[in-house]
Structure formats: structure tokens, C-alpha cells
């Protein structure tokens, strides 16, 4: 039976092919949100910068066998299996902040589980000393790490403590930046959107279900004397922190 991985709120197949785990074009669409034939349609693109055997692999129709014995079917025209370093290198094209979140789960939870044998690791001197060699110099450069971000976690600290749940024009005071180019960041990075002839922005529902943003609904008098319903989206504490962050490293 297959290892099931959870990513992004999906349950998917761990795929093992000649030993090392690999996805298909239809699992990175799935994982990342995007419309089924996009990754597909991304390493046609980019086709050149793929190497056979290294970033992906191409299973024939009549290999199917080797794929059968864990449940996978290959279609008539074959089916790419694609490495973690060619997973790495499509996932570039995508270039959102989901797409950031997404690949170090993927990465983290698809790609690297298998665990080194502890036993093993205890048994053999060598192993140990580079272990602890490695440990301490991770010890070394968080120490180093956390003392030039203090300034900036404290700042952060104190907005994702904040009591409110504000507008984005708000927002944008809070971060000292102007309204419009808070409205053109977050639009950049699909946050927000506006539906063809629309007027109002709309959250993107991932931001939402991430905790991110809120839609408020609320009911307006026009100046007719008529009154009508429009959408406000807000941004909680949460969501204050992450843009923060962004305005911060000027993306």
C-alpha cells in the first residue's frame, strides 16, 4: 500500500520510481491549486532546461508494468514522472506565495521522509561527530539569526497581538505604505481581486481559509435613497504580519 502524504489539504499517493520519490504533472497541479494541464504546459515551456534521468522521467505505455504493482496507470501517451529536482526547477514558474508555501511542504513531507536509521547513526562514530559537528553549527547560525531579527520579530509581535481586524486602506497606514501600492501588492500577489466589471475587491479563497482575510458584508444607502450589498475585504492580525513581512523585503 502506498504512503499517504497530506499537502495543502490534500491527501496524496506517495510515488516511488527507481527508488527515490517523483510526481506527476496532475499531483502538482492538484497540490498547488492551479488548473489541471499547468504544469504540464510549463515544462513544455521550458523543456530545454530539463534533463531526462535527472529532473524527470518518461514512462512508456508498454512499461506500464513497472508502474502496476503500486496502483499507477500509465495512459497511452506514457507519463512523466518528475524528480525533486525537477520538481524545484518547474515550481519557479509558478512564483506565488502559495506556490512557496506548497513546495517546502512538498519537499519536507513527499521528498524527505525517509528518516536515516538511528540505531545506525549510534553504532558508528563517524556519523555521530558529524551529526554533532552539524548540530552545532546550526546552533551557531540561529543564534546569529535570531539576534539580527529580534528588532524586526518584536515589530511583527506586536501586530499579530493586535486586537482588530482592519480594511485595507487601514492596513496600509499601519505599514506605512500607500493605499494604492498596498492594493497593487496584494493584487500582484493574489491576494485580491476584482471580477470582470467589477468594481469591489474580492479575497482569493485560499488567503481566506489561511486565516489571512475576511469578507465583510454589509449593506449601503446609494444616494438615490436605494440601498444595496457590497463585499469589504479585511485583513486580520494574522494577515497584517505576513504583509508586513512582504512590504518589508520590498516584494
Request: glycine share 8%.
Amino acid at each position: 500500500m502506498n504512503e499517504i502524504v497530506e499537502i495543502n489539504g490534500i491527501a496524496i499517493s506517495k510515488i516511488v520510481f527507481k527508488g527515490a520519490p517523483v510526481v506527476t504533472f496532475k499531483i502538482i497541479d492538484r497540490v498547488h491549486e492551479r488548473p489541471v494541464g499547468t504544469a504540464a504546459d510549463r515544462f513544455k515551456k521550458h523543456r530545454h532546461r530539463f534533463t531526462h534521468g535527472k529532473h524527470f522521467h518518461h514512462v512508456d505505455y508498454t512499461q506500464k508494468g513497472i508502474l502496476s504493482p503500486i496502483g499507477i496507470e500509465v495512459p497511452p501517451r506514457g507519463l512523466t514522472l518528475v524528480t525533486e529536482r525537477g520538481y524545484l526547477l518547474l515550481v519557479k514558474t509558478f512564483g506565488d506565495d502559495l506556490a512557496w508555501e506548497v513546495q517546502d511542504r512538498l519537499i519536507d513531507e513527499y521528498f524527505r521522509t525517509n528518516a536515516p536509521n538511528p540505531m545506525k547513526a549510534l553504532n558508528d562514530p563517524s556519523i555521530m561527530r558529524k551529526l554533532l559537528l552539524t548540530y552545532s553549527e546550526k546552533v551557531l547560525v540561529l543564534e546569529e539569526t535570531v539576534t539580527e531579527q529580534k528588532p524586526k520579530v518584536d515589530v511583527f509581535d506586536r501586530i499579530a497581538n493586535s486586537d482588530g481586524i482592519t480594511n485595507i486602506t487601514t492596513t496600509a497606514k499601519s505599514l506605512q505604505m500607500r493605499p494604492m501600492d498596498l492594493f497593487a501588492l496584494m493584487s500582484h500577489k493574489k491576494w485580491i481581486y476584482k471580477r470582470p466589471g467589477g468594481k469591489g475587491w474580492i479575497g482569493y479563497q485560499n488567503r481566506i481559509q489561511q486565516g489571512l482575510l475576511m469578507h465583510k458584508v454589509k449593506t449601503v444607502s446609494t444616494s438615490d435613497g436605494r440601498e444595496k450589498t457590497v463585499e469589504q475585504v479585511l485583513v486580520t492580525p494574522k494577515g497584517l504580519t505576513r504583509l508586513a513581512a512582504m512590504a518589508g523585503k520590498g516584494e
